[in-house]
């Protein structure tokens, strides 16, 4: 049975990550923010501490990552996220592969099974299943099932290339 008043909420997969200032805060600050913009969190994976991925730091990454019921679109929940970043003190987006340190990092990872493609956004994320900072977190959260189908598409299209 289902209830009137609105669309059914989509399932939207988050990676978060934080290397400057109280991390662990910094998290919990978006969660809360994503739980108020976004949508409602139902599953959160552990913290994990991670070395930073595409560039050079002395800083240590906390990630986390979430799984959210939301009645957004996938370009209104980037919208939202991008504020929750820029509000937290986040300045810049990384771009062309420049990566740097920042307060709070949230990437939309997975949307229902949308595959989306557009300048702003690509669903699935690219490069979710070749960052052991994303794929631990997700694996905590989504059901097993799901997880494994993820994994196997992830390898079948890489066909058998090295990771980079």
Same mark, same amino acid.
């Given at each position: 049975?289902?209830?009137?008043?609105?669309?059914?909420?989509?399932?939207? @997969?988050?990676?978060? %990550?934080? &290397?400057?200032?109280?991390?662990? =805060? &910094?998290?919990?600050?978006?969660? $809360?923010?994503?739980? /108020?913009?976004? %949508?409602? $969190?139902?599953?959160?994976?552990?913290?994990?501490?991670?070395?930073?991925? *595409?560039?050079? +730091?002395? &800083?240590?990454?906390? &990630?986390? #990552?979430?799984?959210? /019921?939301?009645?957004?679109?996938?370009?209104?929940?980037?919208?939202?996220?991008?504020? !929750?970043?820029?509000?937290? *003190?986040?300045? +810049?987006?990384? $771009?062309? %592969?420049? @990566? /740097?340190?920042?307060? !709070?990092?949230? =990437?939309?990872?997975? @949307? =229902? =099974?949308?595959?989306?493609?557009?300048?702003?956004?690509?669903?699935?994320?690219?490069?979710?299943?070749?960052?052991?900072? $994303?794929?631990?977190?997700?694996?905590? !959260?989504?059901?097993?099932?799901? @997880?494994?189908?993820?994994? +196997?598409?992830?390898?079948?299209? #890489? *066909? /058998?290339?090295?990771?980079?």
């Amino acid at each position: 049975m289902t209830r009137s008043g609105g669309p059914q909420p989509h399932m939207l @997969y988050l990676s978060l %990550g934080s &290397n400057l200032g109280n991390r662990r =805060d &910094n998290l919990l600050r978006a969660l $809360v923010l994503i739980g /108020h913009r976004v %949508g409602q $969190v139902c599953r959160t994976s552990s913290f994990l501490e991670t070395e930073p991925w *595409g560039f050079t +730091s002395g &800083n240590i990454f906390l &990630n986390a #990552a979430c799984a959210v /019921h939301t009645r957004l679109t996938p370009t209104q929940c980037l919208e939202r996220t991008q504020q !929750i970043e820029r509000e937290m *003190g986040r300045t +810049s987006k990384s $771009v062309d %592969g420049q @990566y /740097h340190d920042r307060v !709070i990092d949230i =990437d939309l990872l997975l @949307y =229902d =099974d949308l595959t989306l493609s557009t300048p702003q956004l690509t669903l699935p994320h690219p490069l979710m299943m070749q960052r052991e900072f $994303v794929t631990r977190p997700l694996a905590q !959260i989504m059901p097993p099932s799901q @997880y494994a189908l993820l994994e +196997s598409q992830s390898q079948a299209s #890489a *066909g /058998h290339q090295p990771e980079p």
